[in-house]
Nanobody, 121 residues
Framework: VQLVESGGGSVQAGGSLRLSCAASGSASSRPSMGWFRQAPGKEREWVSP???????MYADSVKGRFTISVSSAKNTLYLQMNNLRPEDTGIYYC?????????????????WGQGTQVTVS
């Protein structure tokens, strides 16, 4: 399974970005996917997973502002980010698991993309 993120960039506070993650491999080999982020000097944190391609969750810090979705072919994961804040700045990573589960710990996830930078000023 390979994951390739795109869509990062620099925006002003209050702006929007849409991240994409192109995934290889069959959907059954990666039934859970999600987004993490890592700010400078901080640990990687769980943002939003989609478990089994139907159950979504959000970190409290992004609830109501971010929306996760997946393409009908289950090969592209999206993260629509609205009303961005400076504290949303960081590298955003797409992740996938071989099994079901929306675990907040990065160590529970099996596949990672290279990350895409999001900067909010």
């Amino acid at each position: 399974v390979q994951l390739v993120e795109s869509g990062g960039g620099s925006v002003q506070a209050g702006g929007s970005l849409r991240l994409s993650c192109a995934a290889s491999g069959s959907a059954s080999s990666r039934p859970s996917m999600g987004w993490f982020r890592q700010a400078p000097g901080k640990e990687r944190e769980w943002v939003s997973p989609i478990n089994g391609f139907d159950t979504v969750m959000y970190a409290d810090s992004v609830k109501g502002r971010f929306t996760i979705s997946v393409s009908s072919a289950k090969n592209t994961l999206y993260l629509q980010m609205n009303n961005l804040r400076p504290e949303d700045t960081g590298i955003y990573y797409c992740a996938a698991r071989r099994g079901l589960g929306a675990y907040p710990s990065p160590s529970e996830w099996d596949y990672w993309g290279q990350g895409t930078q999001v900067t909010v000023s």
